[in-house]
Structure formats: C-alpha cells, structure tokens
C-alpha cells in the first residue's frame, strides 16, 4: 500500500512538474478535520472506571487532497487516530493513507482506479460510503468503470477489496450494474419516466471449515422499476442471495431475499409517501466473520425516520438484516397562510408511522449425530437450512415502532416554533443487545421492550440583525431503561462568526438514584471563512450510534473537547 | 509512510498556485426525476448561483433553506442569484425529498447526491455548506455551516458578485 501509494504521488508530481510550463496547472483543493478530547474521571457516570481512557487525551484528525485539471481527478485521504477515541470502534487505532484514487472522466467513459464508493440502486446488493464520525468506510480498492453506450444508459463495474479498518478484507468483490432511463432514450416529452435497472455482485472469499463446506462465491442480483410522473414516484427493487452462511447468520445454508418499496406524492403543499421493506437473510458482507461494522457490501435502507434531536434520538432504530418486515407512512401537508389553521406565515404538519417485526420463521435445525451409532446427540442452527418463512407472514416479535407528529410555524417576524410529539415501541433485546429471534424461542424467553414517549419544543427567537437565541425543550417518558429525561438548550448566535451554547440533560426518572444526575455541557464555536473551531466541556450521556445494521453503546464520557475543520 | 509528508509538501509547493476548487467537477448527480446532471453544467446564465448542500434530517440546513425562502423572491428580482439544494440524504431517506419539499414550499431546483460522490469531490465536510459561484461558475466563496443571519452575509457577497465586484475568499 505504502508503495503504491508512493508511486502514485511521484506520479501526480511529475505530472505537475511536467506541466510546470503550462498556464493550467489544475487546481488542488481539500478538507482537514481534526477533534481532539480531554477525558476527566467522573465517578458518578462511570464508577468502576471501565469506559475512561488510559490515554487520558485522544485525538483524531482527516486531511483530503484533491486533484484535478480538466477531465482528470485524482485524491488522497489520511487519517489518524491517537488512539481511537471513546466510542469509536476499537480497530481505528492507528494512522495512514486510507484512500486514494485517480479518475479520468471524458465524453461516456468514467474510469477509476484505487479507492472508489459507488452505490447500485437503493443499496440492496452494492453501497460503500464514507461515515466518518459513526466509523463508517467501506470503500473498494481496485478498478471502476462506467460507460453510457447512449443517452439515458449507464453500465458501471466494478472489482475490488473493501477497507477493514487500516487493512483489507479477505473477500474480493465484483459488481456489474445497468441502469436504463427511459425519457431520455426514447425522447419522451413531458414529466413523465421510467427508469429500470439490474445488478449483479458477488464476492469470493477461501473456504476451509472443518466441519461445514462453505461456499467460496456467493452471489446477489437484483432488479429495480421506478416510475416518476410530475406528481408520483414509485420506486421498487428486489434482491435475491445465494446461500452464504457467515457468523451474522450461525452460518445458515439459506438463500437470502431483500424488497425495498418507496413511494411519494407531492403537489401543492401536500407531502405523502409509502414505504415498504422486508428482508429475509440479508447481510452481505466481504468477509464471514468480521467485527460488527466492517466490510458490509450491501446496504438496507431502514424506511424509518433519523430523529435529530437529543432525547428521541435515544432510541434509535437499525435495520435488522437478518430478518425483519415493515412499513413506513408519513403525510405533510403546509396549510397556506391566511387559512384557519396556517395563520398569518403558514402550518407545516407532519405525522409519521414506521414499524418492523419479525419474520414467520419455522426453524429447521440440523441433527448432530454421536460418532457410534447413528443416535441424535442434538440439533443446531449452524450448518442447517435455517428456517422457512411465509413471504407476507408477521413473526411474534414487535422490534421497532415509530408514531410522531411535528408542528411547524412561523409565529411572527422574530419567532419560529417547532413541536414534536413522539411515541416509540423499543425491543431493546433485539436492537441493542443484538438477541436473535431464536435466542428467544430457543429458552422460551420474551425480549425486553421499551415503550417511550417524547416531546420536543424548539423556539428560535431573532433578537436583532444576526443576534438569535435558539432554545430546545425536550421531555421523554418512559418507565423502562434509564426512565424519565429532562432537556434544556439554549444556543446564543452571533452571525456570522459566533455560538455559545449550553444544555443541561438531567436523568431524573431514573430507577437508581445514584445515577439521577445533570449531563451538563457548554460549547462555543466560532467560524472564520471556511474554518469552524468549537471548544467545549461537558458531562456526555451514553448514548446509540446505529448504523449498517448494528447498534453502537457510545459510553459516557466527561471532559474538553475541541474540534477544527477547514475547507481549502 | 514517512515519504508521504515531504512529498505531500513539494505536491502542494508545485500547485501552489492553484489552490482551492474553482469549477464543479464533472460528477453525475441526478434530479427528482431521475434524470442525470453532470454537476459541471451547473450555471444561472452569468447570474450568481447559491449551491448549498443537506439533507431532510440536517435541521441547520432546513433552517438556513427556509431562511433563505423568506427573501428568495426579493433576491431573485435584485440580482438574479438563484439557488439549488443538493440533498445528500441517502436511500434511507432520498424517497422522501420531494415530498419533503413540498411540505417546506421551497421553489429552488432540488439535486440528489444519494452516495455523496459530489459532496466528496467538492471535500465538504460536514453540512450545511454553501457555494457561491460567479456568473462564469467559478467557485468564489464557500461557508460551512449555518447560524441564524448567516443569509444576511451570503446575499452580501451575492449582491457583490451581481455588480462584478470581487469578493474576498
């Protein structure tokens, strides 16, 4: 890597020096980030010291380059981590160029070689993204390709090894994707189109398990339809995996199914939109047995909403890709101004629904025999078939439920006010300790559920000419988990330069009273042009980062902050 | 890897003349019609143009959207700027961008950027981030985040921009 890298940055230097004549020269651009945390004991949050770091100071910094003159582009990215910070996980430890690329784009060919992220569809067979402050990168290292034969028809391929912290997955990956949009081709005219599309990944990896023989090539497929009209959009697409048995699944010998379905309708105010997903088995991962974040090769959009604020986003939701079914609705409708419910400047509503459950599962274990005669010492998950499950029929668990209702209004020429009403139904074994269905039916045990109620008033209040006060109010309810949750947030702006912020969330429903304490915080941050400092000291609350399918506890945490990115 | 600091030195001395973005690049984004946009066209016929990158669940960004939406027309009738909204909301939420807007009442030409290839080329951090072009679409300006007034600064630059005057980076 050292030396390819090397090669390649000689090779961007001679160029530049090549072209030294030339009035173009290209333009090099970038981005730096760097955060950094001073950690102080607190024996309130974390009595048995577990989650406070040795290092007592952590830091993390990223820098971007990026290259490019005409047709051509080229980038580096480096990251360090000193070490990984509390939360992140524990591969990123380290330092080094984890990224880098040259692409050349003339007329219909688009060619990439090195690092690349590229995303067939909705994601169902092929996504790698970049995530960085949840620890996300499962970029491919290798070659792209893209090529539209005519107008409206993209053909891309790729092949390549995904990243894996500061080292590789041991799965190769090999994509095809064609994507065929109709309008343009067939010179349609109006508002009107059709666009159809099919992938193809599989990925290999060696196999030598001593009791199973695995599958060495495991392949997905996928086709997808979206038709948009001025008004509608429906958007379907379905996927199919052949059996790969993996550690996600207790190596299961089952064929994996995805469907995601997104629909919408807007016209004149009036926001809807329908989504429905189910996914039978269908993790893909480049590699059988990996840490819970890395080296995902596909992606399964969760059809529920990301909540922002504080408190709700507690309970936040992650696709189940070992098996889960849902659907999501929400309306808006912006009743006008000068009506009964817009008054003066106008209403935003919104009211949203999401929910998932399990699927129907019958199982189907695999009997061990004893090695003497042929009786049945056991039967297990591992090596079976799995299990069999009716395509529309709803398993006995409830894992995720989401019912809000927002209100949003413009009170006057110095005040704007957003309520928000929230109600979730949390299968907190499930989604935050990672229990599968057959944990439960195997002992006959239930998953613990959470049943949470939430509200949030934001007020923001335009003192003068870029003097504005910004104050959030949240509440959340629940006599489960940590229980009942208080929030201020008072943030004081000066624009276009300033912030001042503090916010007190105060736990004080809490079952053990010990631990009904004030996370107090307070934060300034100021801009300059493109670069942004913000300092801060606080008392951080555990919190959930959730992502690719697994949910993260990100432990409390007391201490300086300080954080600076710049774009140049 | 000890290479890489003296060669990243004399990589940055060699273009020291030519730092920072000055065009869009030829990235492909689509439109909610499901129509390609190679990024590079991307221009207001000499007028100013507002690019500005978010998504549904970025709520600095709805609010610097919806505070630009409050002067849009007087801005559009005084120097012609118009602005486009390039969403990065991935799968997870792309479907519902257009309803999203419609609910906002926003009247900008909305983008999708659903992998964040743009958003990547263009190294933006974090959102909300803010592009000023010029009428020839160059890059003359770039503002990351959003605290309440910031619009007052960007139709400053922009009223600047119209009359051809140039603006500090």
Aim: with cysteine; charged share 20%.
């Amino acid at each position: 890597m050292k030396k390819i890298f090397t090669g390649f940055n000689l090779l961007v230097c001679s160029f530049l020096l090549a072209q030294n004549n030339s009035s173009d020269l290209g333009t090099i651009s970038g981005n730096f980030q760097s955060d950094f945390q001073y950690y102080i004991r607190d024996t309130l949050i974390d009595p048995s010291g577990e989650a406070d770091p040795d290092e007592r100071m952590l830091g993390t910094g990223f820098l971007n380059l990026t290259y490019s003159r005409g047709n051509f582009i080229a980038g580096i990215r480096y990251e360090n981590y000193q070490n990984q910070r509390v939360g992140l996980p524990a591969g990123y430890n380290s330092e080094g160029i984890t990224y880098r690329y040259a692409r050349f784009i003339k007329d219909r060919f688009d060619v990439t070689v090195g690092n690349f992220y590229e995303q067939f569809g909705s994601g169902l067979t092929l996504r790698t993204y970049e995530e960085r402050g949840l620890g996300i990168d499962n970029n491919l290292d290798g070659i792209r390709m893209a090529y539209q034969p005519a107008d409206g028809v993209t053909l891309k391929a790729v092949i390549g090894r995904q990243r894996n912290y500061f080292d590789k997955g041991a799965g190769l990956v090999r994509g095809f994707d064609a994507e065929w949009s109709l309008k343009p081709t067939l010179g349609w005219t109006g508002n009107t189109n059709l666009i159809i599309g099919g992938s193809f990944v599989s990925k290999f990896e060696a196999a030598n398990d001593p009791e199973l023989n695995l599958p060495e090539n495991v392949g997905t497929g996928a086709i997808r339809v979206n038709l948009i009209t001025g008004d509608f959009n429906i958007f379907g697409e379905y996927a199919y995996k052949s059996t790969d048995p993996n550690s996600f699944n207790d190596y299961i010998f089952k064929p994996g199914e995805g469907i995601y379905i997104a629909t919408s309708y807007a016209n004149n105010g009036l926001g809807v939109s329908l989504g429905f997903k189910r996914y039978d088995n269908f993790f893909f991962k480049s590699q059988r047995e990996s840490d819970l974040q890395q080296l995902f090769i596909n992606y399964l959009p969760s059809l529920t909403t990301l909540h922002t604020y504080t408190l709700p986003a507690l309970y936040s939701f992650n696709t189940q890709g070992n098996g889960e079914m849902g659907f999501q609705g929400e309306v808006s409708y912006n009743f006008k101004r000068n009506t009964l419910f817009g008054g003066k400047y106008g209403t935003l509503v919104t009211v949203s629904y999401a929910n998932s459950y399990s699927l129907d599962k019958d199982y189907k274990l695999r009997p061990r025999y004893s090695r003497a005669d042929t009786t049945i010492i056991d039967s297990v998950l591992r090596g079976s078939q799995g299990y069999s499950s009716s395509f529309l029929g709803r398993g006995p668990y409830t894992y995720f439920q989401d019912l809000h209702i927002e209100f949003k209004k413009k009170l006057s020429k110095k005040w704007k006010a957003t309520a928000t009403y929230y109600n979730f139904v949390y299968n907190n074994s499930t989604l935050i300790k990672g229990a599968s269905d057959y944990d439960y039916e195997s002992v006959g045990s239930e998953p613990d559920i959470f049943f949470v109620n939430a509200g949030v008033l934001e007020l923001l209040y335009k003192i003068k000419s870029r003097h504005a006060l910004r104050t959030e109010i949240q509440g959340l309810f629940t006599e489960q988990d940590r229980g009942n949750w208080a929030l201020l947030l008072m943030e004081y702006s000066i624009a276009p330069s300033w912030f001042f912020a503090i916010q007190d969330a105060y736990n004080y429903g809490n079952p053990d009273e010990d631990l009904q304490i004030h996370y107090i915080s307070a934060n300034v941050g100021y801009s300059f042009g493109t670069t942004r400092f913000q300092m801060g000291y606080g008392r951080q609350q555990q919190g959930v980062f959730c992502v690719g399918g697994i949910c993260r506890i990100v432990p409390a945490s007391n201490g300086f902050t300080f954080g600076v990115t710049t774009n140049f | 890897m000890k290479l890489y600091i003296p060669l990243t030195l004399a990589f940055l001395f060699a273009t020291s003349l030519a730092i920072a973005q000055d065009k869009m690049p030829a990235i492909k984004i689509k439109d909610l019609n499901g129509n390609q946009v190679d990024a590079s066209t991307l221009s207001n016929n000499g007028k100013p143009l507002v690019i500005s990158f978010w998504a549904t669940w970025c709520k600095p960004c709805v609010r610097e959207l919806n505070a630009i939406k409050d002067q849009y027309i007087d801005w559009e009738e005084e120097t012609g700027v118009k602005v486009i909204a390039i969403s990065i909301d991935d799968s997870r939420n792309s479907a519902k961008v257009k309803p999203f807007i419609t609910g906002q009442g926003w009247e900008y030409r909305v983008l999708l950027d659903e992998n964040s290839e743009l958003r990547r080329a263009l190294n933006v951090n974090n959102i909300p981030h803010t592009f000023l072009l010029d009428g020839k679409g160059n890059i003359v300006w770039q503002h990351n985040g959003y605290i309440p007034g910031d619009e007052d600064h960007l139709y400053e630059l922009v009223t600047q921009v119209a009359t051809g005057k140039k603006i500090e980076k």
